[in-house]
């Protein structure tokens, strides 16, 4: 039986939000409440109407065992960017002179 | 560099006024986001994977100092301390809160920078050939037609609303540098045998789904006429292009379906009834706007000072540096220096807020604090002294920013893929960072010489893998990454669409390709025979079957 969790973009600073238990939003996957496929259509349809809270509500399936996403878009989407990135990612002048 | 006029000004901040309105009324409700999409895309406003992305233009790629500090400050401020100089010339911000994005535009205004005409279906920001005004081979600067065409483009109301996006490039090298030929229109400088200059104009060409090589329209539309001619064109393009269908909607699509011919004829016609009626640009005014690129006050200079072949002789790096990043300059005793942003391991095209400050800092101290952003998502100098070279080169090693590989395989031209983009397949920044990697030894990279590399992740082809020497397109294989190979692709005017080497390889996979493509080629190579010229003598088939016994 597939599970979801529902997902949305935050208005004010476009971060990826989840729906938790008690019908708020978090940052944190781990957080989400998990749904049947039914239950979930129902949420959406619910959460679509916070239109000043968040933007594009959608469900995404969830993996058979665990609790990750199935989609590797919605992994990397859940858990932001595989790579290091701004400052946490300069490299060395060494390294960047390929010496 | 253009200045703004009071008009340029009240233009700019009558649209940041009327943006701030908009996102208060998005922010309170009063407007719903199917309301607020489309204007917000008129602002340069995206909204990705993580968060929402904000598109600056960089007007045919040039900035100044003070503009590029004003970048630096805000990727510090609103941002996550970084931003990524795109293909297009312009720069992304990809985690401002759209809360902020007014103030953003406010501080962008202040320095004569906006977000208009990065998105939506109007005709984009111009791209230029990132050494205008100062390449050795120009027949003329393109950027004064660049700014006419910006000011002609910039809210004209025929089309605003054309059937999808239209993006015109501008080149004025005998070397394009500009990638006229895969533009919607693509515009090169030429002189005709009577010695006028005018326009040789493209049309047609472009990347994505159908990627296309752009064809000749017009050998040569005279610069009192440019207006008309390109009115013309967009009129029978918006008239006639579709707007059904999405991916059948670019110009590229009109001219497959009308033939060249017919779509020439078609523009003829339209040309001949309104030829003379459109308001052209006079000639006192393109001169007026030609002023503001007038050449800096160059010093009586000779080229190769002695400081520099004793700095070069003493020094292997900085000497492997001066032979991949610096470019002759038409004047004597300057260089155009090309600041590389791909560091071994790191994102093509991103640079910290620090960096983007030490930047502007060295284009006061070394070239009359003028920049350009570059295609290749790398940063020009395009004023600098040969005696200054040195002194530059042992600044940019202090702040990692001299990576000696501009042309060369680890040059790598990467669309931001599925570690940000919405409509990505596939990741394209860790294969780019393996790639580097695995070619990290800089010597063997000048050794294996000139070879363009380009990375989308998916067929969108922002990455511009199509025309990449080299070229990696990601696709989704049910749910999982995939890549596929392609090989011969050429921007420059020997223009090329590349052929597909293999589908259906992993990311280490299409690194091993790699490395077996230039297997093949080193061995096939004549002497001083670059990449792309060995594959049109060899042809594909031996680096597919040395790829397919590798695999
Ligand atoms: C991250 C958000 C982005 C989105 C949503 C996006 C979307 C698209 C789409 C839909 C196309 C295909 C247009 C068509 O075939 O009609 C396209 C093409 C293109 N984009 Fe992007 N893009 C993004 C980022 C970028 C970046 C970062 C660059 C530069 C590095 C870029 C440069 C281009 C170029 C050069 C083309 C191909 C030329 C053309 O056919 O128009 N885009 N983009
Ligand atoms: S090529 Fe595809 S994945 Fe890359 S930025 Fe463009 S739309 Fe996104």
């Known amino acids: 039986m597939s599970r979801q969790i529902v997902s949305a973009n935050r208005l004010t600073d476009g971060l990826v939000v989840f729906r938790t238990a008690a019908g708020t939003w978090t940052e944190r996957a781990e957080d989400a409440r998990v749904y049947s496929v039914e239950e979930a259509e129902i949420e959406v349809a619910a959460a679509s109407r916070e239109g000043t809270v968040v933007v594009g509500v959608y ?37 960047a002179a390929g010496a | 560099m253009y200045r703004y006029d009071e008009f340029d000004h009240q233009v700019v901040r009558e649209r940041v006024a009327e943006f701030s309105d908009q996102v208060a009324r998005r922010l309170s409700g009063d407007l719903s986001e199917e309301q607020f999409r489309p204007l917000r895309l008129m602002n340069g406003v995206y909204l990705q994977l993580h968060a929402y992305m904000l598109r600056v233009a960089v007007p045919y790629g040039e900035l100044t100092s003070g503009k590029m500090r004003r970048l630096a400050h805000i990727a510090r401020v609103y941002d996550r301390g970084y931003g990524h100089f795109t293909t297009r010339q312009n720069i992304q911000f990809n985690w401002p809160k759209l809360s902020d994005i007014p103030a953003i535009l406010r501080e962008l205004a202040e320095v004569e920078m906006h977000a208009i005409q990065t998105s939506g279906n109007c005709i984009r920001n111009v791209t230029t050939d990132a050494f205008a005004g100062v390449a050795a081979d120009e027949i003329e600067d393109p950027r004064p037609w660049a700014e006419v065409l910006r000011q002609w483009s910039t809210f004209h109301p025929e089309f605003t609303y054309l059937p999808r996006k ?46 296309r090589v752009g064809r000749v329209l017009n050998g040569f539309v005279a610069k009192s006429e440019i207006l008309s001619y390109l009115e013309a064109i967009l009129r029978v393009y918006n008239l006639h292009g579709r707007r059904d269908n999405k991916y059948k909607a670019r110009i590229k699509i009109l001219v497959d379906a009308l033939t060249l011919e017919g779509f020439r004829a078609e523009v003829d016609a339209e040309w001949d009834r309104i030829r003379g009626s459109v308001v052209e640009v006079p000639a006192e005014e393109v001169e ?72 502007a800092d060295f284009a006061d101290r070394y070239s009359l604090g003028a920049l350009r952003v570059s295609k290749e998502q790398n940063i020009v100098l395009p004023f600098v002294r040969q005696d200054q070279l040195y002194a530059l080169w042992q600044a940019l090693v202090a702040e990692g920013l001299a990576t000696a590989n501009k042309g060369l395989i680890s040059d790598i031209i990467a669309c931001p893929g599925l570690d940000y983009c919405a409509l990505a397949n596939a990741r394209s920044i860790p294969l780019a960072q393996m790639i580097s ?115």
């Not at chain 1, 995404?60 to 990135?85: M, N």
């Not at chain 2, 006050?297 to 900085?318: G, I, M, T, V, Y």
Request: net charge negative; proline share 5%.
């Open chain 2, 437 to 551: 990697e695995r070619f990290s030894d800089i010597a063997r990279q000048h050794d294996i010489g000139e070879v363009t590399l380009n990375i989308s992740g998916c067929i969108n082809a922002c990455g511009h893998h199509h025309v990449g020497n080299i070229g990696i397109l990601g696709v989704d294989k049910r749910g999982e990454e995939s890549y596929q190979l392609v090989l011969g692709g050429d921007a420059t005017q020997t223009a090329a669409i590349g052929d597909i080497a293999g589908p259906g390889f992993t990311a280490e996979g299409v690194v091993d390709a790699i490395e077996t493509v230039i297997g093949v080629y080193l061995a096939q190579r004549q002497t001083g025979e670059p990449f792309i010229d060995t594959y049109r003598r060899i042809g594909l088939t031996p680096f597919k079957e040395a790829i397919n016994a590798a695999r």
């Open chain 2, 166 to 211: 239209f993006k015109i490039a501008i080149s004025g090298g005998a070397q394009d540098r500009a990638a006229t030929f895969f533009h919607d229109i693509g515009i090169r400088l030429v002189r005709a045998e009577s010695g006028d200059v005018g326009f040789q104009i493209i049309v047609g060409g472009g990347m994505g789904r159908t990627p």
């Open chain 1, 59 to 95: 469900a995404v399936d969830l993996e058979e065992q665990g609790s990750a996403p199935s989609r590797l878009r919605e992994r990397i989407r859940a858990t932001g960017p595989t790579v290091a990135y701004g400052p946490a990612a300069v490299i060395s002048p060494r390294r």
């Open chain 2, 288 to 359: 007026r706007i030609g002023a503001y690129f007038a050449d800096p006050d160059w010093q009586a200079l000779a080229d190769n000072p002695p400081e520099l072949a004793a700095a070069r002789s003493r020094s292997a790096a900085f000497n492997g540096w001066v032979s991949a990043n610096v470019m002759a300059h038409r004047v004597p005793g300057y260089a155009a220096v090309t600041v590389s942003l791909k560091p071994v391991g790191g994102i093509p095209g991103d640079a910290t807020a620090d960096q983007m400050d030490a930047l």
